[in-house]
C-alpha cells in the first residue's frame, strides 16, 4: 500500500524547483536485436516546459490528449487538447479545469490522472479526484466520457461508495461492444468493473496478492533505489490493458516487474467469489517494471520499462524484445496507439523529482509526449 503521508510530501516537493528547458539533441539508443529491420525512431511531438503530465491519448482522427494530476503546487489545468501548433487548450473548456479547494468535485476536474480513447472515437478522463495524493475529495472520484464529435461530456460515472476515501484510481481501458470500463486502484490495489449502461461498479480482488506489489523488489534506476527517505516507493495494479479481442485484462503493479491477466469474463461474473475470481488470475512472469501497457492490433503488449528509459515488447507468445532504448523516456508513462499506427508515449520524469534524490532536484525539463512508428 502507498504511504500517503510520505506520498503527499513527495507531491508537495515535486513543483518546488525547477529546470530551464534544455535544447540539446538526444540520439536514440535502441536495444533490438531479435530484428534485422531498422531501429525505431522516437519523436517528440509535444513538450511542457513547467507542468507535469503522465497520460496521453490519441484519437481517430488525430487529436491529441494529455492530462495533469494535482501533484504539486506547480499545476494550471487538469486536462488539454494540444493543438497541431503546440498549444495546449484546457479541455473540454477552461471552467472544467478551473477547480479550486472548495467547489464542488463533480461538475469540475479535481486531480486528472490518465485518458484513453476507445474504439468508437469517445475519450475517457479518469479522476481519482486526490490532489497531492491525499483522501478522495468530497467523494468526486469518478470516471467521465466524452463525445469528441460534440466535445460535451455525456455521462459521469461516481466511483463514490466503491472506491473509499483511501484510494487511487488509476487507469482505465473500455470494452464497447460489452459496454464495460475497467480500472485500476493503484493505492490498495484492486480492479474496478464498470457496467457503462447501468453505471453499476464493483471493486474486486482488493488488497489480494495479485494486485500488490511485490515487497521485495527493488525498483533500481541509474544504480539507486526509488525511495523517499529511505522508503521504497511501493504503488500496486497500475497499467492495463485489452487484449485486441477483448477476452483478457492483462494489468501488473507499477513498483515490480509481474504481469497478470484475467479473462474479462470472469470480472463480469458477478456471482464468482472473490476466492473463485483469485484463482483464476493468471501470473505471466517477470518482464519489467511498468506504468504504461497497451497491446497493438496484432497482439503484442507493450511496456514501459521505467528502469532503463525503455519501451519492452512482448509478442504474443511472451517473447520479450527489447524495443526503444532512449536517454528521453524518462519515466515512459503512458501509452496510447494511433490509427496510423503509431505508439505514443508520456514521460512524467517521477524519478527525477527532489523527493528521491535527497531534496536535489534533478529534472531535465520539458515533460514530454513521444511517439515511434510500430513494426
Given amino acids: 500500500m502507498i504511504h500517503r503521508l510520505t506520498l503527499c510530501a513527495f507531491a508537495f516537493m515535486f513543483g518546488a524547483c525547477s529546470r530551464p528547458p534544455t535544447d540539446g539533441a538526444h540520439a536514440p539508443s535502441v536495444d533490438n536485436h531479435a530484428s534485422p529491420k531498422a531501429p525505431p525512431v522516437l519523436e517528440q511531438v509535444f513538450h511542457d516546459p513547467r507542468y507535469q503530465l503522465t497520460g496521453v491519448a490519441i484519437s481517430a482522427k488525430g487529436r491529441l490528449f494529455t492530462n495533469y494530476p494535482v501533484w504539486s503546487p506547480v499545476h494550471q489545468h487538469c486536462v488539454v487538447e494540444v493543438l497541431p501548433n503546440g498549444e495546449a487548450n484546457p479541455y473540454p473548456n477552461l471552467e472544467m479545469n478551473s477547480w479550486k479547494t472548495g467547489d464542488g468535485g463533480i461538475e469540475k476536474w479535481v486531480s486528472v490522472q490518465a485518458v484513453y480513447v476507445d474504439d468508437q472515437d469517445q475519450l475517457w478522463v479518469v479522476d481519482p479526484a486526490a490532489?497531492?495524493?491525499?483522501?478522495?475529495?468530497?467523494?468526486?472520484?469518478?470516471?467521465?466520457?466524452?463525445?469528441?464529435?460534440?466535445?460535451?461530456?455525456?455521462?459521469?460515472?461516481?466511483?463514490?461508495?466503491?472506491?473509499?476515501?483511501?484510494?487511487?484510481?488509476?487507469?482505465?481501458?473500455?470494452?464497447?461492444?460489452?459496454?464495460?470500463?475497467?480500472?485500476?486502484?493503484?493505492?490498495?490495489?484492486?480492479?474496478?468493473?464498470?457496467?457503462?449502461?447501468t453505471g453499476k461498479a464493483r471493486m474486486l480482488l482488493l488488497d489480494t496478492p495479485v494486485v500488490r506489489s511485490d515487497p521485495a523488489y527493488r525498483v533500481m534506476i541509474d544504480g539507486r533505489e526509488l525511495a523517499i527517505e529511505g522508503k521504497p516507493l511501493k504503488v500496486n495494479s497500475d497499467g492495463l490493458a485489452l487484449s485486441p479481442d477483448r477476452e483478457w485484462l492483462y494489468y501488473k503493479p507499477l513498483t515490480d516487474d509481474k504481469l497478470?491477466?484475467?479473462?474479462?469474463?470472469?470480472?463480469?461474473?458477478?456471482?464468482?467469489?472473490?476466492?473463485?475470481?483469485?484463482?483464476?488470475?493468471?501470473?505471466?512472469?517477470?518482464?519489467?517494471?511498468?506504468?504504461?501497457?497497451?497491446?497493438?492490433?496484432?497482439?503484442?503488449?507493450?511496456?514501459?520499462?521505467?528502469?532503463?528509459?525503455?519501451?519492452?515488447?512482448?509478442?504474443?507468445?511472451?517473447?520479450?524484445?527489447?524495443?526503444?532504448?532512449?536517454?528521453?523516456?524518462?519515466?515512459?508513462?503512458?501509452?496510447?496507439?494511433?490509427?496510423?499506427?503509431?505508439?505514443?508515449?508520456?514521460?512524467?520524469?517521477?524519478?527525477?523529482?527532489?523527493?528521491?534524490?535527497?531534496?536535489?532536484?534533478?529534472?531535465?525539463?520539458?515533460?514530454?509526449?513521444?511517439?515511434?512508428?510500430?513494426?
Fill in 131 to 197: 490532489p497531492f495524493f491525499g483522501e478522495v475529495y468530497q467523494g468526486s472520484n469518478k470516471l467521465v466520457r466524452i463525445n469528441l464529435a460534440t466535445n460535451a461530456i455525456e455521462r459521469v460515472y461516481r466511483l463514490d461508495g466503491v472506491a473509499d476515501k483511501g484510494s487511487y484510481i488509476n487507469d482505465v481501458r473500455v470494452d464497447t461492444q460489452r459496454q464495460v470500463a475497467y480500472l485500476t486502484n493503484s493505492s490498495q490495489g484492486g480492479l474496478v468493473v464498470v457496467d457503462l449502461a
Fill in 260 to 375: 497478470y491477466r484475467v479473462k474479462t469474463a470472469d470480472l463480469r461474473d458477478g456471482d464468482l467469489g472473490s476466492e473463485q475470481l483469485l484463482g483464476r488470475v493468471e501470473d505471466l512472469g517477470h518482464f519489467a517494471a511498468s506504468d504504461g501497457i497497451e497491446f497493438d492490433r496484432q497482439g503484442n503488449l507493450y511496456l514501459s520499462d521505467i528502469e532503463h528509459n525503455a519501451i519492452v515488447k512482448l509478442t504474443p507468445a511472451l517473447e520479450k524484445i527489447s524495443w526503444v532504448r532512449d536517454d528521453r523516456l524518462i519515466w515512459p508513462d503512458s501509452f496510447s496507439i494511433s490509427s496510423d499506427d503509431y505508439l505514443y508515449v508520456s514521460t512524467s520524469q517521477v524519478q527525477t523529482a527532489p523527493p528521491f534524490n535527497g531534496g536535489q532536484d534533478k529534472r531535465t525539463l520539458p515533460y514530454g509526449i513521444f511517439r515511434v512508428k510500430l513494426d
